[in-house]
């Protein structure tokens, strides 16, 4: 009878963990990703162009990029963007800079009209119309508010959706 070889610990180990990624990802994906849809921020236009204004700015030519640094406040028509710092990636086309990216850091907070949406981090894609906001995110509405990790608004149709642990408050309609 010839002996077995038993597995290095290091093998075995990995394809537990591996094994354990993969049903946890699974199981977040089914259950633990809580989605709440909502619409928030419709009915802006995404066209408009963008203000900005900012203690320092610092243009890198080469690699594409503005970096706004120190109470930046970017506008595009009645949306509002404030931040410590922002990155904005653009395009030459031509003589002609095309906006693709922002990507704000440090205590963001996005307004419109009676919407504020807050985060760590908010990414505003301007070729999918999509801004997202990552860290300690929420949306305040009227009485609602809406907490996550991540919070995405698609501008294009209105809707937003929250993952992480979701938590959040209705408002009820006061009755006489």
């Not at 949306?79 to 710092?85: C, E, N, Q, S, T």
């Not at 119309?129 to 305040?140: D, F, P």
């Not at 508010?145 to 979701?166: H, K, M, P, W, Y």
Request: hydrophobic share 40%.
């Amino acid at each position: 009878m010839t002996p077995t070889r038993a597995r290095p610990f290091f093998f075995r180990s990995l394809r537990l963990r591996r094994a354990m990624l993969s049903g946890a990802a699974a199981a977040l994906a089914l259950v633990g990703a809580q989605q709440l849809g909502a619409q928030a921020l419709s009915g802006h236009n995404t066209n408009a162009p963008v203000d900005y204004a900012a203690d320092r700015i610092e243009l890198q030519d080469r690699q594409n990029r503005v970096i706004l640094a120190g109470n930046v406040d970017i506008r595009q028509g009645d949306l509002r963007l404030r931040a410590a710092r922002t990155i904005v990636e653009f395009t030459d086309a031509g003589g002609s800079l095309q906006i693709q990216r922002i990507t704000a850091s440090g205590g963001v907070t996005v307004t419109r009209s009676n919407e504020v949406a807050t985060g760590d981090v908010a990414i505003y894609d301007f070729n999918r119309r999509i801004i997202t906001m990552v860290g300690n995110a929420s949306l305040k509405r009227n009485g609602d508010t809406l907490r996550g990790n991540r919070f995405v608004v698609d501008l294009n149709s209105g809707v937003s959706s929250a993952e992480g642990r979701v938590t959040g408050t209705f408002s009820v309609p006061r009755q006489n």
